[in-house]
Every structure is written in C-alpha cells, then in structure tokens.
C-alpha cells in the first residue's frame, strides 16, 4: 500500500525551486558613478536627454555640496567648504564646469563629482 505523501505536486515544485534558488549567487549591488570623460559627453550632447542628465547631475552635486556644509556647520560648527556665488545658473556652472574639464592637467578618469568641487573650487 502506497502512503500519502506529505506535499502535493505544487508543493514539491515550490519547494525544488526554493532549494535550486539557493544554490544561486546573489549578485552584488552597485553604485557606479560617472567620471569626467561620461560628464563631458552628456554636457556636450545635442540630445536634449542627455543635457538634462548633465544639468541633473551638476544640481545633485551641488546639493550634495551643500548638505556637506550644512552637516559640518550644525555638528561641528565648521565652516563652509563649498560656496557658490549668487546668481550662477545651472548653464553657467556647466559651462564653467566644460572649460575646467578641459584643461590638459584635468583627470577625466576621477568622479564627476569630485571634478565639478574642483571646478567651483577653483571658480
């Protein structure tokens, strides 16, 4: 006599697949950041959906910039790091920010981020 098994066919199936899932590697999650050279080509696109990549990025790194300061000023009570003078519009800072990019000593192969502090740096 045949006795009844404990899973059902659904059950077993799950159940394989479960233990098949397991053996797999996970894939590790990553956070790539753009270099100078990728900056360089979204500020230089003639695609609109590139120029707003471009745009986004410098406002994001400008934010960045800031909440750095502001961090610094209330914890430690240091003074800002980063300023950027009234009225320097997003075309502006780009256009600031292609001409450092293209001086012969700029390192292309750094974070984007870390080139547009040294462009408002140096501005």
Known sequence: MMQPSLFSGFQKLALTA???MS???????????????????YCTSKNPNDEAVCFVY???AVDAFTTINLMGEKARGTK???CLPDGVSL???KAITM???ERPE????LAATLLIWG????A
């Not at 700029?106 to 192969?109: C, E, K, Q, T, V």
């Not at 462009?119 to 140096?122: A, E, G, L, S």
């Open 80 to 82: 800002w790091q980063f």
């Open 91 to 93: 075309v502006h800072l």
């Open 119 to 122: 462009t408002i740096k140096d």
């Open 58 to 60: 410098l406002a994001g």
């Open 99 to 101: 001409t450092w990019l």
């Open 23 to 41: 053996f797999l590697q996970a894939v590790p999650a990553r956070a790539d950041f753009i270099n100078g050279d990728q900056l360089g080509l």
């Open 18 to 20: 479960l233990i098949c």
């Open 106 to 109: 700029a390192n292309l192969d």
